[in-house]
């Protein structure tokens, strides 16, 4: 991270704040932990790593949805410019967690609507970026009860049908909001 700026020309979280996404090229994969020396794997590959930025608490409703169009918006341009960065690079199968789901990386968002936004992305992409694999980090990533299972739904079948609900008419608004009851009596 300390060369990023005299190699991009720029600083990278101005970058990433801005919508980049910043490719590391010929990354070398270590096998082994370190306390037995990391060692070099024998036939060593190549793998291209791809960072961005996300929002950490976009509002979310509770239906597994993005509050405001503007985060979903946002968050289908990352995807989408992920993809197009992994595509011009020519990367076989493009591995990722799961985007800010579940509290990975200190962020979440809402687990059905990545799921659905990173589906669409990979059938978009898919004649591009042949094989898309989503893993977790590690097994405690995704802590929230169904989070994982809710999100990889959405990833392999699209997102449930949403329920639409009545407005709430002007006059009691002040009072009530959509999901709220009204007090006994």
Do not use: N
């Amino acid at each position: 991270m300390m060369a990023m700026p005299s190699q991009l020309h720029a600083d990278p979280s101005a970058l990433l704040d801005g919508g980049a996404v910043m490719c590391t090229s010929d990354v070398t994969v270590l096998r082994g932990p370190i306390e037995e020396g990391a060692e070099w794997l024998r036939e060593p590959f190549r793998i291209d790593v791809f960072t961005v930025a996300l929002q950490r608490q976009p509002r979310c409703d509770d239906q597994g949805q993005y509050a405001r169009i503007a985060d979903k918006a946002q968050m289908a341009e990352i995807v989408d410019r992920l993809f197009a960065c992994a595509a011009e690079r020519g990367v076989d199968a493009l591995v990722i967690p799961p985007p800010g789901v579940g509290g990975a990386a200190g962020c979440h968002h809402p687990a059905a609507d990545v799921g659905d936004l990173l589906r669409k992305a990979a059938l978009a992409h898919g004649h591009l970026v042949p094989q898309v694999v989503v893993c977790r980090d590690h097994a405690a990533q995704l802590r929230q009860p169904g989070c994982w299972a809710e999100f990889a739904r959405s990833l392999e079948h699209g997102r449930a049908a949403i329920e639409h609900r009545p407005l709430v008419p002007l006059a009691a608004s002040p009072w009530i909001r959509p999901g709220w009851t009204l007090p006994p009596g």
